[in-house]
């Protein structure tokens, strides 16, 4: 079992960043991919990046290439999104995922454990 706990959203400007986190609980950390996902109001749960449980694959949508950088730091069991540059259309919940897989999905169904969520607020 893990239990996954957001914190870092809020309400920025358009062009700036924010960083997010996702402090994971559990002795498996290490073993699973982790991956974030984003839910607009209205939306789909849509992906947004994925690493592979040791880093050494990374995934993203190609709607954040360039500007968000999804990293993983096992000591700390606890996965990071940075998110530059954001845009009035990057605001939705984002939710962090656990795939015991390991690999790094782009799929929502290959997740098998899900966060609250973090509001993140972008203003024109």
């Known amino acids: 079992q893990v239990q996954l706990v957001e914190s870092g959203g809020g309400l920025v400007q358009a062009g700036g960043s924010l960083r997010l986190s996702c402090a994971a609980s559990g002795r498996r950390f290490s073993t699973y991919a982790m991956g974030w996902f984003r839910q607009a109001p209205g939306k789909e749960r849509e992906f947004v990046a994925a690493?592979?449980?040791?880093?050494?694959?990374?995934n993203s949508a190609d709607s954040v290439k360039g500007r968000f950088t999804i990293s993983r730091d096992n000591a700390k069991n606890t996965v990071y999104l940075q998110m530059n540059s954001l845009k009035p259309e990057d605001a939705a919940v984002y939710y962090c995922?656990?795939?015991?897989w390991g690999l790094g999905s782009v799929t929502k169904s290959a997740y098998d454990y899900w966060g609250q969520g973090t509001q993140v607020t972008v203003s024109s």
């Open positions: 690493v592979s449980w040791n880093g050494g694959t990374i």
């Open positions: 995922a656990a795939d015991a």
